[in-house]
């Protein structure tokens, strides 16, 4: 259809041929599975997984609404993803590319000002084996629809406000597009680099791919005050590690040291805390944040790739929490903002907050320990007035 033909385009639009523009990866060659058009989860899962022996690179311009709601995956939708990361390319593991969204403004209706979303309320791209894509715009700074979200692993670019600044590509009937726009258009941006990493050195695992685009990505929109250095890194939680560099990452992808698949991840945990301790509302603009902290020791890890975070609180406008990881070295993953949400037209809680799970990439390289100590804590701020709740458990 005209979106999946846009998103091709930009992928691999055939180069040297004297028709129109090329694509990051104009080489490459595509297969196009309509996994929407059902609306099944069954479908969705069976794209995901198909031809996992020919299929490198499994671009996804979709995703949940843009509507501050929790949208968790389903088990099915997880298992599908570990199953192609494990399997896929002989064993070296499919690459799963999916958008971080579009939510950067969108209006409740009860006439407040732009609420943000954050990428890690999608369930589908804050999982283990997922890279998920921000945007930028032209300028190469963050455009009105963008997100923010601790599982931001690169930006690709795409479009600003204006329709002078929209991406241009393939269309319908041997035509072509200047309106594509979102996060639609920097996805394919991205798996195009992962096509070019993998045609640069195929024996290159999953888990090298996402090491590659986030040790080369360019640190775009320099004077940003929200980046910091850690591990060898730059972070910001607009942009992820930066934006996706194909010369780089080719270059790197050369002399690559390989860290392994799926086979050698090693993981910890699950460690877990119970709280149960009282969530008191703001008083004025004093707020209240309740933390709790979970000791990993033992945990071997000196090299974090991922962490995942289990979160239950009992609270009747779970909209109002806040939630911050933060390591032991004081790095902090933003997993959650307070906001309003809506369900259709009206106004709604955000969902339950019963064992929803986070994803964070925030803390890549980084050691489980650091002096000693192994303590990460998660800090809930009840940040509006009226309701009050429980911070129950987590887990990491």
């Not at 022996?53 to 929790?70: A, F, I, K, T």
């Not at 369930?123 to 890279?131: A, D, E, M, P, S």
């Not at 597009?177 to 920097?186: E, L, Q, V």
């Not at 962490?307 to 009747?316: G, L, N, P, Q």
Request: hydrophobic share 35%.
């Amino acid at each position: 259809d005209s979106h999946g033909t846009a998103v091709a385009g930009l992928v691999a639009a055939r180069d040297n041929n004297a028709t129109g523009g090329a694509g990051v990866a104009p080489r490459a060659t595509l297969v196009g599975y309509n996994a929407l058009a059902t609306g099944t989860t069954a479908d969705i899962v069976d794209a995901l997984n198909r031809a996992l022996d020919r299929n490198d690179v499994y671009n996804n311009s979709w995703g949940s609404p843009d509507d501050g709601m929790l949208h968790a995956a389903s088990d099915s939708f997880v298992t599908a993803i570990s199953n192609g990361i494990s399997r896929g390319r002989n064993g070296k593991g499919a690459i799963y590319v999916f958008p971080g969204g579009n939510g950067g403004c969108y209006n409740p209706d009860d006439g407040s000002a732009c609420v943000r979303e954050n990428a890690n309320y999608d369930g589908y791209v804050n999982q283990l084996g997922i890279i998920t894509a921000c945007a930028t715009d032209s300028s190469g700074k963050q455009p009105p629809y963008g997100e923010r979200g601790a599982n931001f692993l690169v930006c690709g670019p795409s479009s600003g406000d204006t329709i002078a600044s929209k991406v241009r590509t393939t269309a319908l009937n041997n035509g072509y597009r200047a309106d594509f726009t979102g996060t639609s258009a920097s996805t394919p941006m991205v798996s195009g680099v992962a096509a070019l990493v993998l045609a640069a050195n195929p024996e290159l695992t999953w888990r090298d791919v996402r090491l590659i685009l986030a040790h080369s990505a360019r640190k775009n929109d320099t004077g940003d005050s929200e980046w910091s250095e850690a591990n060898g890194l730059h972070f910001n939680p607009k942009y992820g590690f930066g934006v996706a560099d194909a010369n780089a990452a080719v270059a790197a992808a050369a002399t690559w040291p390989s860290v392994g698949g799926s086979s050698s991840l090693v993981s910890c945990g699950p460690y877990s805390a119970q709280p149960n301790a009282a969530l008191p509302d703001p008083s004025g603009a004093q707020i209240s944040p309740v933390s709790s902290s979970i000791n990993a020791t033992g945990c071997a890890i000196t090299r974090i790739e991922f962490i995942e975070v289990r979160f239950s609180a009992t609270h009747s406008s779970s909209g109002d929490l806040r939630l911050r990881l933060t390591s032991p070295a004081g790095l902090v993953s933003e997993l959650a903002d307070a906001r309003t949400c809506y369900n259709g037209s009206r106004p709604a809680a955000c969902g339950n907050y019963s064992n929803v799970h986070f994803g964070s990439v925030r803390h890549l390289e980084e050691p489980v320990s650091t002096a000693g100590s192994a303590a990460w804590t998660l800090q809930v701020t009840d940040m509006a007035a009226l309701d009050i709740g429980r911070f129950d458990q987590w887990s990491i």
